[in-house]
């Protein structure tokens, strides 16, 4: 029994890489020109040679040579061994760059999921505590607001009061735990605000609940019956969508990480695309697709242990063929 409900979720995992991959090459390829000849167009401006004994050397380089099929397949396949090709702009492994950038991209991302966690818990704990009604309402339409602010104008703020006012953050790098706060506080923001969309519905429902009246009607304390009834049953909905969450963390950290010039995943995609570096393009998207879908498939695995509801029907399916 959990084998049949491991085993779509991987498949599906599967079909994310794939159809990811393949949905990028078509685009890419798509694109009107010789992709080798743009890149090297675009680094070395009218000097460029043209000779076509050298280009064809350079497309066998950066596996561009060939059918398309057969850069199709030969690019597929090399994910499986790690291999994204060569950057035509530095002319280094794709995967020695993305492995460089990574890091530093889910460092700040890590740390934007869990203040965005952490603040939209906050708020909707608040927001289902708050008396009077007005009250209730006034918090409820804060959080939206890191949705509606674009994320480049509250890096901008943030960079002038904390860095050049207070002085209590670096403005812009790399280097230590200092340098990912004000980013992180800028992905935060959105990622907190859709955490509690989500949260704060579940957490309304639930206190709607008749088991909820009767925990009130026990004489249960507040604090008691929030945590142990409320946030409980709330929980759930809000776990299904980190693995969405980690695909919009993804394309933020493009603005966030140029607005604080910071090495990572984000950076070095706006740098290979304005180099028509379609190796380095492909690599990052491959890799941002793994990361999604391995991130799903585990929120789906721990959903089925954490739902009672699935796990008594595993349980009862083990059971049952024993």
């Known amino acids: 029994?959990?084998?049949?409900?491991?085993?779509?979720?991987?498949?599906?995992?599967?079909?994310?890489?794939?159809?990811?991959?393949?949905?990028?090459?078509?685009?890419?390829?798509?694109?009107?020109?010789?992709?080798?000849?743009?890149?090297?167009?675009?680094?070395?401006?009218d000097a460029t040679s043209t000779d076509p004994a050298q280009l064809?050397?350079?497309?066998?380089?950066?596996?561009?040579?060939?059918?398309l099929w057969q850069q199709y397949l030969g690019g597929f396949l090399g994910i499986f061994a790690g291999d994204f090709g060569v950057s035509i702009a530095t002319g280094e492994p794709v995967s020695a760059m993305v492995g460089r950038a990574f890091p530093h991209t889910a460092a700040v991302a890590v740390f934007a999921l869990v203040a965005g966690f952490v603040a939209a818990l906050a708020f909707t704990v608040w927001a289902?505590?708050?008396?009077?009604?007005?009250?209730?309402?006034?918090?409820?339409?804060?959080?939206?607001?890191?949705?509606?602010?674009?994320?480049?104008l509250t890096g901008l703020v943030l960079i002038s009061v904390f860095s050049f006012g207070l002085g209590w953050f670096p403005a812009s790098g790399t280097g230590g735990f200092a340098s990912i706060v004000l980013p992180g506080i800028t992905l935060a923001l959105p990622t907190g605000a859709i955490f509690f969309?989500?949260?704060?519905?579940?957490?309304?429902?639930?206190?709607?609940?008749?088991?909820?009246?009767?925990?009130?009607?026990?004489?249960?304390?507040?604090?008691?019956?929030?945590?142990?009834?409320?946030?409980?049953?709330?929980?759930?909905?809000?776990?299904?969508?980190?693995?969405?969450?980690?695909?919009?963390?993804?394309?933020?950290?493009?603005?966030?990480?140029?607005?604080?010039?910071?090495?990572?995943?984000?950076r070095l995609t706006v740098d290979a695309v304005l180099a028509r570096d379609v190796n380095v393009v492909m690599g990052v998207v491959v890799v941002v697709a793994t990361v999604y879908a391995v991130v799903t498939l585990v929120v789906d695995g721990l959903y089925g242990v954490i739902d009672p509801r699935t796990r008594t029907r595993l349980l009862r399916g083990k059971v049952s063929a024993r």
């Open 1 to 45: 029994m959990i084998a049949r409900f491991l085993i779509p979720k991987i498949l599906q995992c599967v079909f994310v890489i794939w159809a990811t991959y393949t949905v990028a090459f078509l685009l890419m390829h798509a694109l009107p020109g010789d992709p080798v000849l743009a890149a090297l167009s675009l680094r070395g401006g």
């Open 197 to 266: 969309q989500v949260f704060s519905a579940a957490v309304f429902d639930a206190g709607a609940s008749p088991f909820v009246t009767t925990a009130n009607a026990k004489g249960l304390a507040q604090r008691t019956v929030v945590t142990r009834h409320v946030l409980r049953n709330a929980l759930l909905p809000s776990i299904t969508i980190i693995g969405l969450q980690i695909g919009y963390l993804a394309g933020g950290t493009a603005v966030v990480e140029t607005v604080f010039s910071r090495d990572g995943i984000g």
């Open 56 to 67: 064809d050397a350079l497309r066998a380089r950066y596996g561009l040579d060939g059918s």
């Open 128 to 152: 289902y505590v708050a008396r009077p009604a007005w009250l209730r309402d006034v918090v409820t339409q804060i959080p939206p607001l890191g949705i509606a602010i674009p994320a480049f």
